[in-house]
């Protein structure tokens, strides 16, 4: 009797302070003998892998599957996820564990470290010889003063690889050290399956999965500057010298019904190498509801705007949010 009090009060205090679960259940597994019929089908077995939950003011609805018939997007890329931002609940998967390269979407990681040093986004600066990185078009002058917000924009909007680099050196630390950063920064993200061994994404060291890069788009979503760039179609860059250039964004779906009301995209990121194949990864919002879509080794550039866009529109034709 008293054993049977003890495990009731376990139950009490530690157990349905996270979820409910079935008392017998919490009895048998102490070991306190127990009908049979009682343990028929218990919520959580306190034996099975444990499930990790957000804090409480972080729990948010799940949205719910409304139309049953419909089982996702055909797709030939090689790693695909779909997940409600809010709760992080998949909607769609294929290969969403799959360890890829994931070429210039490396660049959020090292826009997110370079950030975290504080800098002075309105001091002048220069690129220069040692910054240069071939494989992407280089859309700022050597040698020529700009500011430093300019040289992030060129890298993210126009995935200036040059731009890039001149980041990690403007940003105080040794290029070893700003790479030690970002797989700090990477298990701080608990992106557990992804590894960096250079900045720009050129290097098919810079791993990942669909699904760890959720929480990389995350992060980045969190600074007003990189949504700022994330989200814009274009921006201008003007230089000490008055040498005044466009950088167009690498992502085609600003000129796609993504962009257009109800739809809106509120962050992304491009990448390509040959190891990686084309990959995008973006958020979209629909009437205050918001979906990521990872596209990753998908065959071509095009291919991967078509996908990210049809599985982005299936996730809001298939499920239904709950409106608290």
Known sequence: MISRVVAQMLLAFTVLRIVPVDAANLEWKIGIPTAPEALAAPLLSLMSTPISLPASNDRFLPPKKTDLSSYGVVTDAQSVFVADTESGAALFAKNADDVRAIGSITKLMTAIVF????????SWVKIVDDDYVGGAIVHLNFNDGIRLRDVLGASIVGSDNTATKAL???????????????????????MT???FTEVTGIDSGNVSTARDLMLLLREAERSDELVTFMTSDQISVRHVSGAAFTVQSTDALFDSLLDQKPYMITGGKTGYIPEAGYCFITTVDHDGDEVFVAVLGARSKLDRFNDAKALAV????TFTWPKL
């Open 168 to 190: 990690s050196r403007l940003s105080g630390m040794s290029y070893e050290d700003f790479i030690l950063a970002m797989n700090a920064k990477a298990k701080e993200l608990e």
């Open 314 to 317: 299936w996730a809001f034709n």
């Open 193 to 195: 399956s992804s590894t």
């Open 115 to 122: 950030l975290d040093t504080k800098p002075d986004l309105d």
